[in-house]
């Protein structure tokens, strides 16, 4: 048997011979990226979003080895929130993840993506956020790894989103007068 898993959480049992369909073995959470087998046949599976390790059971159940966390952190920003309590955003590669700036409690996380989706109507998926910083109600969010330039708002999600060739491997970026202004070093320097 063949098992076969995704970014989206699924891992599939698949016969190699061709003649049956895929089989749903067990769905996790998502950012499944690597899998591997003992001698015993103990199937052990990595997650690059959340960052844990894990035996799967025969049942389909994740028992956890490593417990995940922030993977990559790169970027902070603070806005003002609700009741006079800071939010903290942190870009850790795959996630952006929202944090309550008194106690610390992680509050949402939002997951970006290598190749992001920007439909021509609806909102667009977030890149992979490697820096991120505040812009009055929004933030910008920067990936040399997608790559590009997104404005976000927590309520509405891209409000602004900007790819090659405009843009062509961030690092960073902020908003002056009205005006973005691009760490880029794929272009060189910084642009406006």
């Not at 667009?124 to 820096?131: F, G």
């Not at 491997?169 to 406006?192: K, M």
């Amino acid at each position: 048997m063949l098992y076969v898993l995704d970014q989206a959480g699924k891992v599939w049992k698949v016969n190699p011979d061709g003649e049956d369909d895929k089989t749903l073995f067990t769905t996790l959470q998502p950012g499944l990226d690597n899998m591997t087998f003992d001698d015993d046949g103990s199937l052990y599976m990595t997650n690059n979003d959340e960052g844990w390790v894990a035996e799967i059971l025969k049942s389909g159940q994740a028992r956890i080895l490593s417990p995940g966390g922030i993977i990559m952190p790169q970027g902070l920003a603070v806005m003002e929130g609700s009741n006079n309590q800071d939010i903290l955003y942190e870009a850790d590669l795959f996630q952006l993840r929202q944090f309550n700036g008194t106690s610390g409690q992680q509050q949402n996380n939002y997951k970006g993506y290598l190749i992001p989706v920007v439909p021509e109507k609806g909102l667009a998926s977030l890149i992979l956020p490697m820096n991120v910083t505040a812009d009055g109600d929004d933030l910008i969010i920067t990936s040399f790894f997608s790559p590009g330039l997104q404005v976000w708002n927590p309520n509405e999600g891209v409000i602004e989103n900007y790819a090659a060739p405009q843009i062509d491997a961030p690092v960073d970026a902020t908003r002056v007068q009205g005006e973005i202004y691009v760490n880029d070093v794929g272009l060189g320097g910084s642009s406006g």
